[in-house]
């Protein structure tokens, strides 16, 4: 089993960052696909980044987010930067061995960003 929990999180200003930690625990996760999702009210849940070996980001964050893994930390991090109020929703990581359907999923994290 993967524990997963994100930190990070809060209320920043438009134009502003934050660094978003998805820290495993139970395994290791350096081989697995690790999954930045994002969920505002009255949305549907979408993939916003994804790293495997490549990198994946949704268009509309593209150039101003960035996904990367720490190994040795056993972590995953989504550094965002530029923000803008259309970021706003809770930011879940997950992670999932192989292909098929993501199998850990973390508590979420909010994200906030006044204009």
């Known amino acids: 089993q993967v524990q997963l929990v994100e930190s990070g999180g809060g209320l920043v200003q438009a134009g502003g960052s934050l660094r978003l930690s998805c820290a495993a625990s139970g395994r290791t996760i350096s081989t697995y696909t690790v999954g930045w999702f994002r969920q505002a009210p009255g949305k549907e849940r979408e993939l916003v980044a994804r790293?495997?070996?490549?990198?994946y980001y949704a268009d509309s964050v593209k150039g101003r987010f960035t996904i990367s893994r720490d190994n040795a930390e056993n972590t995953v991090y989504l550094q965002m930067n530029l923000l803008k109020p259309e970021d706003t929703a809770v930011y879940y990581c997950?992670?999932?061995?192989?292909?098929?359907?993501?199998?850990?999923w973390g508590q979420g994290t909010q994200v906030t960003v006044s204009s």
């Open positions: 997950a992670a999932k061995y192989g292909s098929g359907n993501y199998d850990y």
């Open positions: 790293i495997t070996w490549t990198t």
